[in-house]
């Protein structure tokens, strides 16, 4: 059984979302919530294909700049510009299992240790990806050079991250973001097969 991608909200337009919807139907992804290897699959197959995202990307060196290409109720896909000193800071994913796949550019990223006190690093670039379980703990950070694009999935959709301070104690939970209401039900794209 094939994950349900009739209906989609997007903020890309409507010739892209048929083309991804396209994309992501061959890779006959199940109902539900996604694995993170499965995720990982998602984000590949998007960002090998950087005419459906690249030219909706704006390069703002003051904001992280982020676009949800789809959504459904099991997943979400993201394209976000990555440019100048624009910090995320340590985060989790509100349980949400995660991927990302670096499309262009240079990203480095942090993560909390098994330990939950030390990190470790790695550099991604372009045609790198990563998963992760709704444990995971992280920051992402652009490294010079030409600005970055990186694609995003997760499941369920985001509902909200929460921001923690490192110390020398392990890391401690500061503050709850919800995930921002970017649509109105009016302005919902709803794509039928």
Do not use: C
């Not at 694009?149 to 110390?167: F, K, N």
């Amino acid at each position: 059984m094939t994950s349900n991608l009739e209906t989609i909200f997007s903020e890309a337009p409507e010739a892209s979302v048929r083309q991804l919807r396209d994309v992501l139907a061959g890779l006959e992804l199940p109902h539900g919530r996604l694995s993170a290897l499965q995720l990982e699959e998602v984000v590949r197959a998007v960002a090998a294909r950087p005419e459906l995202f690249e030219d909706l990307l704006v390069d703002d060196g003051t904001v992280h700049w982020s676009l949800i290409l789809l959504q459904t109720s099991s997943f979400e896909v993201k394209a976000l510009a990555w440019q100048g000193d624009q910090p995320v800071d340590w985060h989790d994913h509100g349980g949400s299992s995660g991927a990302m796949a670096i499309a262009d550019g240079r990203l480095e990223e942090q993560s909390r240790a098994r330990d939950s006190v030390s990190s470790n690093t790695r550099s991604l670039g372009p045609k790198d990806s990563v998963s992760f379980g709704p444990e995971h703990l992280h920051d992402v950070n652009y490294v010079a050079g030409r600005p970055a694009l990186s694609i995003h999935a997760y499941s369920p959709p985001l509902s909200g991250m929460t921001h923690y301070d490192r110390t020398r104690f392990g890391f401690v939970a500061r503050e709850f973001k919800p995930e921002e209401v970017r649509w109105t039900l009016g302005a919902a794209q709803d794509f039928i097969s």
